[in-house]
């Protein structure tokens, strides 16, 4: 893995890259499979699909617990993934990293650990118009278990956020501001290190869901001073079932565990339990060790590319795609100035879900549906949108193909 690629990806680059991704080369219904629903899930390299056959065929072992070398071997491996994580995101310590299932149990965490004991009747937590059902239903359960409100800071017809309106939404009530950092719809980026310099001005903690924005952007938790910060390793090249929180130190400190089990104690009597340091107070129970030791080698594969060059060629994609989408006539939600390479969009009156048949008809896995994200289709009138989303290992080709079916799409619905 010490490739290093320039800023663009040269064709030869993109051949090389490609190959490194097995499932690129699988056919679906006799045709080269079309992957373009990165959004939901990314594909693994070769090499993250190695880590895990080399950590069950080698040293597959519990960790934290065992004095042989096995266990050893497995613990060393799992605190090393903290440890690179850290420094991926540049936070200033690897026990400011715990290990969760994902995006949506780091939100969960929050909520329950920090929100919970803390919140009263009638304060209020902030979120925006676009945010995906993981950002918006942990914070109202966590309305309903403390009489807390919900506030939504709304969007433009761009699919932006009004940035007067959250400020206007912000006051000293505010307690929690939970943000995408890009809309997993949309593709919108929010210009999040300002609006959580705004909500710190209230005095509210924020918490950044950064799930599709760390496979596209670099992300300095440091930089943005955001409070927390979430990722799911899946839609980073890595293992499902593992994600990321982050958060400043004197909060997780101060915050209640999560959960009670093993690992995450020092000691238990039935009288009293002493719970352990960070960041093991938040990892009851085995975690998933083998999905950290895949999250390690899926962060160094994205080094070994660069951000510059995957941030080049996906925005090459975006507009080219873009293009395409207006010369076929189709409706475009989410236009932000300021987008990632996700591109939603209707064909006509045409249901998503019949266009996203047809396109799997022809090998071209999009998603369709409300992207979980059932608010945010209300405020753009549609019940649900073709969704689009390119990684680095696309190609202009790719999207020829997708955009040669709209045509056949529409004879099919004349
Ligand atoms: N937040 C955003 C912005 C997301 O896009 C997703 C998943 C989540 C949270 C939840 O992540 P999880 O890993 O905990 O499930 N988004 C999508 C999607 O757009 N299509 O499938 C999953």
């Not at 065992?66 to 799992?78: I, K, P, V, W």
């Not at 966590?142 to 506030?151: I, N, Y």
């Not at 100035?337 to 969009?345: D, R, Y």
Request: aromatic share 8%; charged share 20%.
């Amino acid at each position: 893995m010490d490739k290093h690629f320039g800023k663009v990806f040269s064709p030869s680059d993109l051949r090389e890259i490609r190959n490194d991704f097995p499932i690129l080369k699988v056919k679906i219904k006799h045709r080269p499979l079309v992957y373009l629903d990165n959004a939901a899930t990314s594909q693994k390299p070769q090499c993250v699909i190695d880590a895990l056959d080399r950590y069950y065929s080698h040293y597959n072992s519990n960790v934290h617990r065992g004095l042989h070398e096995l266990s050893e071997l497995a613990t060393t491996a799992y605190e090393q993934s903290r440890q690179r994580v850290a420094h991926f995101l540049k936070a200033k310590e690897s026990c400011q990293i715990i290990f969760v299932k994902g995006t949506t149990e780091a939100i969960n965490l929050v909520a329950q650990s920090y929100g919970r004991p803390l919140l009263k009747k009638d304060d209020e937590i902030l979120i925006t118009a676009l945010e995906h059902h993981s950002n918006i239903v942990p914070w109202q359960v966590l309305c309903e278990q403390t009489g807390a409100k919900l506030r939504v800071a709304p969007i433009n017809l761009q699919g932006e956020v009004i940035q007067e309106e959250y400020e206007a939404c912000l006051s000293e009530k505010t307690k929690i501001v939970a943000l995408a950092h890009i809309s997993n719809a949309l593709g919108t980026i929010l210009p999040i290190k300002a609006m959580i310099a705004k909500a710190r001005a209230v005095g509210a903690i924020t918490l950044i869901d950064g799930a599709q924005a760390i496979p596209h952007l670099r992300v300095d938790v440091q930089d943005l001073d955001c409070d927390f910060y979430a990722f799911s390793a899946h839609k980073v090249y890595g293992p499902t079932g593992i994600g990321v929180l982050y958060g400043k130190k004197e909060l997780l400190e101060a915050m209640p565990p999560y959960q009670g089990g093993g690992e995450m104690i020092q000691s238990v009597s039935f009288e009293k339990t002493v719970y352990q340091n960070l960041p093991h107070k938040f990892e009851a129970g085995t975690p998933h060790i083998e999905g950290a030791i895949g999250l390690h080698v899926a962060l160094d594969y994205l080094h070994s590319l660069g951000y510059e060059g995957i941030a080049h060629q996906e925005h090459e994609l975006l507009l080219y795609a873009t293009e395409l989408a207006h010369k076929h006539h189709l409706r475009i939600i989410g236009e932000a100035k300021e987008k990632t390479s996700i591109l939603s969009f209707m064909v006509d009156n045409i249901h998503a879900h019949d266009v996203g048949t047809i396109l799997n008809h022809y090998g071209i896995a999009v998603r369709v549906g409300h992207h979980c994200a059932m608010p945010l289709m209300e405020f753009f009138k549609v019940p649900s949108t073709v969704r689009a989303s390119f990684a680095f290992y696309n190609t202009q080709d790719e999207i020829d193909a997708l955009f040669e079916v709209i045509p056949k799409v529409r004879e099919v619905f004349q």
